[in-house]
């Protein structure tokens, strides 16, 4: 008699399957079923979209160093082993991080929600191109603005404007939570032909107030502006000046 698999996640804290999920610890059929459960869970959606900034933030603040070789050869001998210095894992760094936030003061942490200009675009162009990867570039499919604002507001603090373009040519798609310098932040996606552009409002105003192209990277264009106390910026392998068109347009309507 055979049994079908069972690729349910098994019954764990839903926190420790979380960690599990973003450190790659489990296997392919578990990580799948996990991610189902992440995605229907608002609490774990949450809870992912925080290890992710905190993950982010080390990785920005505190790159990777080899161990000298003199260094890994005195520790394998001290223990006896003979093999390569195992890195630490970003579990362990991230618990370490968290520990040092606990023990410090506020300032601190300021500092790991205030990124730089370069930081913020080059996450927000990493999400985009991990968007246009996945099956589709949203977590929520939709042309309809009022039902992609009140999507927001059931997820995360900040909700965007939802402004419909599709008259301009720039449908709205639908939506998606990304996490730029730390930060959850909604992400409007829409499209311009067999282009697609992720719109995210990432807080802290900086930059230029009017629509400005700032650089290519890795193919991909980024124009910004101010927007009361958020910046807004637009991603899209779409030529500079259809994506300040678009950004144009976004920012005169209402």
């Known amino acids: 008699m055979t049994t079908s698999a069972n690729t349910a996640p098994p019954a764990q804290d839903p926190a420790l399957l979380v960690h599990a999920y973003l450190d790659g610890e489990l296997d392919t059929p578990t990580a799948l079923a996990v991610k189902q459960t992440i995605d229907a869970n608002p609490a774990l959606a949450a809870q992912l979209a925080s290890f992710t900034a905190l993950q982010n933030a080390v990785r920005a603040r505190f790159p990777r160093e080899r161990v000298p070789a003199h260094l890994r050869t005195r520790i394998n001998s001290a223990v006896g082993l003979n093999r390569r210095w ?38 927000a162009v990493d999400s985009h191109m991990r968007a246009l990867l996945a ?22 603090a900040q909700s965007p404007r ?3 373009l599709t008259t301009n040519g720039f449908p709205l798609l639908g939506a998606r939570i990304d996490v730029i310098g730390a930060n959850p ?14 719109l995210s409002a990432v807080p802290g105003a900086t930059g230029p107030k009017d629509p400005t192209l700032r650089r290519s990277i890795n193919g991909f264009n980024a124009v910004s502006w101010r927007d009361g106390e958020t910046t807004n910026w637009a991603i899209s392998d779409l030529n500079a000046r259809e994506l300040e068109t678009f950004a144009r347009l976004f920012q005169a309507s209402n």
């Open 162 to 164: 939802v402004i419909d």
């Open 185 to 198: 932040v909604p992400t409007l996606v829409y499209g311009r032909r067999l282009h697609v552009i992720s």
């Open 135 to 156: 099956s589709k570039p949203t977590d929520f499919s939709s042309s309809e603005r009022h039902t992609v604002k009140p999507w927001f507001n059931t997820r995360i």
């Open 86 to 123: 195992a890195r630490p894992t970003w579990g362990a760094l991230a618990a370490s991080v968290l520990l040092a936030v606990g023990l410090s003061s506020g300032s601190t942490w300021l500092a790991f929600r205030a990124p730089q200009p370069d930081l913020v675009v080059e996450e």
